[in-house]
């Protein structure tokens, strides 16, 4: 099985701030990984598929890249609606998450 | 809009059953292949199981093989999740979820359904 590790788990952070989350696979995936925003009571929202494309609708201070066994997940300029948990994800396996919080 | 929603949740006693449903609007879920991912509350997201857009074959998480199984209805464009022999460990919020692409992507989730297995 693959897995995937996020770092770091949380992170204290204000508005304004670039933000950038980290994951690792266990063994190459390639460019097959995906990344997730997660509000509390909410339903996961999907940002970013395939490493580094731009989900519809969602804004362009979002961007993702890597490939093979690393990843990244940047916020630009962080607003206050990002407070959240971001989860990676490639095929069945998630990472743990990494929530943000306010510093 | 689309959309999933589902339906179903609730308490059961250890060794129980319930079917979740997914029903689906706004497109036409024998399309696509559809996942179920739990979250135990505070926790991370689990992958649970998966189903091909041809209904047929699905795969599952070893912790319920063998328990859940998953069944869809074309003409009401619902997906199914039954799931038996109930295990406290269970307990969780589930979610339906459209896949969308070659790397698994899930763009569409239903709004969660909580199952609470307790005596």
């Known amino acids: 099985d693959v897995q995937m590790t996020q770092s770091p788990s949380s992170l204290p952070t204000s508005v304004g701030d670039r933000v950038t989350i980290t994951c690792r696979a266990s063994?190459?995936?390639?460019?097959?990984l995906n990344w997730y925003q997660q509000k509390p009571g909410s339903a996961p929202k999907l940002l970013i598929y395939?490493?580094?494309n731009l989900e519809s609708g969602v804004p362009s201070r979002f961007s993702g890249g890597g490939s093979d066994t690393q990843f990244t997940l940047t916020i630009s300029g962080l607003q206050p609606e990002d407070f959240a948990t971001y989860y990676c994800?490639?095929?069945?396996?998630f990472g743990q998450g990494t929530k943000l919080e306010i510093k | 809009e689309v959309q999933l929603v589902e339906s179903g949740g609730g308490l059961v006693q250890p060794g129980g059953s319930l079917r979740l449903s997914c029903a689906a609007s706004?497109?036409?879920?024998?399309?696509?292949?559809i996942h179920w991912v739990r979250q135990v509350p505070g926790e991370g997201l689990v992958w649970v199981a998966r189903?091909?857009?041809?209904?047929?074959?699905?795969t599952y998480t070893d912790s319920v093989k063998g328990r859940f199984t998953i069944s869809r209805d074309n003409a009401k464009n619902t997906l199914y999740l039954q799931m038996n022999s109930l295990r406290v460990e269970d307990t969780a919020v589930y979610y339906c979820?459209?896949?969308?692409?070659?790397?698994?992507?899930?763009?569409?989730w239903g709004q969660g359904a909580l199952v609470t297995v307790s005596s």
């Open positions: 706004g497109f036409t879920l024998s399309n696509y292949w």
């Open positions: 979820a459209r896949d969308k692409g070659s790397s698994t992507p899930l763009d569409i």
């Open positions: 395939s490493a580094s």
């Open positions: 994800q490639h095929s069945y396996y």
């Open positions: 063994e190459t995936i390639f460019s097959h």
């Open positions: 189903v091909k857009s041809d209904g047929i074959s699905a």
